[in-house]
């Protein structure tokens, strides 16, 4: 493949320029979410695929970080029909710590320390639960953003207010992620 200098990013062109006005060039991001896709299946699919009564060293060290990540839902999550939600958390708890890891490695690349990467993943996940929320609960989800006990004349405030730093969300937990990784 072609290889070219766009910027500071090196790019590896696999197909013409723009094929259908898409640019299918790899990225250094691109590169380390296949290796954190690559690291995380095989970990997760080729080791512990065959699991043991007498568990092997790999096998204490993933159930352990299974336990640790589902005591921390449980914290955090009281209802019983949530649990259902918990295998994707703990993939994304493994994708960023996997991520984090990585770029800890000398002359490595921290994929997490890109804010459009942060910025995506808590911008779909806010996005997500929204729809969930107005799925299941319906209309009555608008009552999320109104706090109990508040009077009357005080509601289209609140609703307001809540409404503004539930969009804000996502933005500020993608830079709190970026900028705990760039310092």
Not at 2 to 28: A, G, R, V, W
Not at 54 to 61: E, G, L
Not at 80 to 94: D, E, G, M, Q, V
């Amino acid at each position: 493949p072609n290889k070219h200098q766009i910027e500071s990013f090196e790019t590896f062109i696999i197909l013409p320029k723009f094929f259908f006005n898409l640019d299918f060039s790899f990225t250094n991001i691109i590169i380390y979410l296949i290796l954190i896709l690559s690291i995380y299946f095989y970990l997760f699919f080729f080791i512990l695929k065959n699991l043991w009564i007498i568990p092997t060293n790999w096998q204490i060290i993933f159930e352990d970080i299974y336990t640790f990540v589902l005591d921390l839902f449980k914290q955090q999550v009281q209802v019983l029909s949530s649990y259902r939600f918990f295998p994707f958390f703990f993939s994304l708890f493994i994708f960023v710590l996997f991520s984090n890891l990585l770029g800890l490695m000398p002359y490595s690349f921290t994929v997490t320390s890109q804010i459009v990467i942060n910025f995506t993943l808590a911008f779909s996940i806010v996005f997500g639960l929204t729809l969930f929320g107005f799925f299941f609960h319906g209309i009555n989800f608008i009552k999320f953003f109104i706090p109990s006990g508040v009077p009357v004349f005080l509601i289209p405030v609140l609703f307001f207010i809540e409404l503004i730093s539930y969009c804000i969300r996502p933005l500020s937990l993608s830079a709190r992620l970026f900028a705990n990784l760039l310092a």
